[in-house]
């Protein structure tokens, strides 16, 4: 038997003693599957958090057709910097903010988007310059060094 599950990572082998249900479960989970161009592009992102703090800050686009990927890079992306609190302060670093925009975005959708992750009060009358302001405030106050919008 031992031959018949040699070709298996320790976490495969132990997931066939686990019940159809529960394998069913992990077949369908979603996975991760470097290839070179995520890897290109996962590397230029976590550059940009390397880059000291200026005006002009530095930006990048990653640009394709439906399918190819580019959330999945923005989800690991985000996941392999995950926020951090620090008990001895008592404060919440969060190193990339990750948002999604709808179909149809604008300025008040824009700066809603990030208030509404972050658990922000929002005034429903704020005009955009109190949105803006509110979003940035709250941004540097929790570390965000990367804003990634999908």
Request: hydrophobic share 40%; aromatic share 4%; charged share 25%.
């Given at each position: 038997?031992?031959?018949?599950?040699?070709?298996?990572?320790?976490?495969?082998?132990?997931?066939?003693?686990?019940?159809?249900?529960?394998?069913?479960?992990?077949?369908?989970?979603?996975?991760?599957?470097?290839?070179?161009?995520?890897?290109?592009?996962l590397?230029?992102?976590?550059?940009?958090?390397d880059?000291?703090?200026?005006?002009?800050?530095?930006?990048?686009?990653?640009?394709?057709?439906?399918?190819?990927?580019k959330?999945?890079?923005?989800?690991?992306?985000?996941?392999?910097?995950?926020?951090?609190f620090?008990?001895?302060?008592?404060?919440?670093?969060?190193?990339?903010?990750?948002m999604?925009?709808?179909?149809?975005?604008?300025?008040?959708?824009?700066?809603?988007?990030?208030?509404?992750?972050?658990?922000a009060?929002?005034?429903?009358?704020?005009?955009?310059?109190?949105?803006?302001?509110?979003?940035?405030?709250?941004?540097?106050?929790?570390?965000?060094?990367?804003?990634?919008?999908?």
């Amino acid at each position: 038997m031992d031959d018949e599950i040699s070709h298996l990572t320790p976490a495969a082998a132990a997931l066939l003693a686990e019940s159809d249900e529960r394998r069913i479960r992990a077949i369908r989970s979603r996975r991760w599957v470097l290839y070179p161009r995520a890897k290109q592009a996962l590397d230029r992102l976590s550059r940009l958090l390397d880059h000291p703090r200026g005006t002009r800050m530095p930006s990048v686009a990653i640009y394709g057709d439906s399918g190819m990927g580019k959330t999945m890079i923005m989800k690991k992306f985000r996941d392999e910097h995950p926020p951090s609190f620090s008990p001895m302060t008592g404060t919440l670093r969060t190193p990339v903010l990750a948002m999604e925009m709808t179909s149809r975005p604008g300025e008040r959708r824009f700066y809603a988007e990030p208030l509404t992750l972050l658990g922000a009060p929002q005034r429903p009358r704020a005009d955009i310059a109190q949105m803006e302001q509110a979003a940035l405030r709250i941004m540097e106050a929790i570390g965000v060094q990367v804003l990634v919008i999908d």
